[in-house]
Antibody, heavy 121, light 107 residues
Framework: QVQVVESGGGLVKPGGSLRLSCAVSGFTFSDYHLSWVRQAPGKGLEFVSY????????FYADSVQGRFTISRDNAKNSLYLQMSSLRAEDTALYYC??????????????WGQGTMVTVSS | DIQVTQSPSFVSASVGDRVIITCRASQDLNWRLAWYQQTSGKAPKLLIY???KLESGVPSRFSGSGSGTDFTLTIAGLQPEDVATYYC?????????FGGGTKVEIK
């Protein structure tokens, strides 16, 4: 049974830092590319960051470039997002999502339930 | 960056109606576009990938079409459980931009 569980969210002050984790089971973690996607309250979906299966290819949205760092530990079946210099506009539900790596383009076929990050003083 | 624009932003339709949602990209995506359904309080669910390929387990009343810059998601026979917000997503290259969403409700 596939399980994707995000954790690490919470309330943080502007300028602060937070580290999100995503624990995966039920599929071979090291075979898949993974991403973080966020959703601000009442808003749409926003791609945040992507990391390839081996960690050699990484993308960031312009809105988080230089402030967020994605990483993974294939031995622990875990994905991470280190967030620093947080701003109010980073307030969102952060989802971990899997790319099924089909030849037909990038997509996200398995999602966790998300972890909420609130940036407020 | 390539922009992805969905329309309409809101649809109200009756049970059994056909609902069509469109997604337009500012540049050619070939066939690399995905569609998602997000019901209230839930994570998004992949419906369609590669513009027209139905994800496993998704009801056949959902279909996708298009290529290049213009794409459509069709719900053939709206059901109460289809009440949701639908998103398209650019799937060719980074950044993997999502459309703004289309909220579908039952009239």
């Amino acid at each position: 049974q596939v399980q994707v569980v995000e954790s690490g969210g919470g309330l943080v002050k502007p300028g602060g830092s937070l580290r999100l984790s995503c624990a995966v089971s039920g599929f071979t973690f090291s075979d898949y590319h993974l991403s973080w996607v966020r959703q601000a309250p009442g808003k749409g979906l926003e791609f945040v960051s992507y990391i390839s299966s081996g960690g050699s290819t990484i993308f960031y949205a312009d809105s988080v470039q230089g402030r967020f760092t994605i990483s993974r530990d294939n031995a622990k079946n875990s994905l991470y997002l280190q967030m620093s210099s947080l701003r109010a506009e980073d307030t969102a539900l952060y989802y971990c999502a899997r790319d099924p790596q089909r030849d037909d383009g990038y997509a996200f076929d398995i999602w966790g339930q998300g972890t909420m990050v609130t940036v407020s003083s | 960056d390539i922009q992805v624009t969905q329309s309409p932003s809101f649809v109200s339709a009756s049970v059994g109606d056909r609902v069509i949602i469109t997604c337009r990209a500012s540049q050619d995506l070939n066939w690399r576009l995905a569609w998602y359904q997000q019901t209230s309080g839930k994570a998004p669910k992949l419906l369609i990938y590669a513009a027209s390929k139905l994800e496993s387990g998704v009801p056949s009343r959902f279909s996708g079409s298009g290529s290049g810059t213009d794409f459509t998601l069709t719900i053939a026979g709206l059901q109460p459980e289809d009440v949701a917000t639908y998103y398209c997503q650019k799937a060719n290259t980074f950044p993997f931009t999502f459309g703004g969403g289309t909220k579908v409700e039952i009239k």
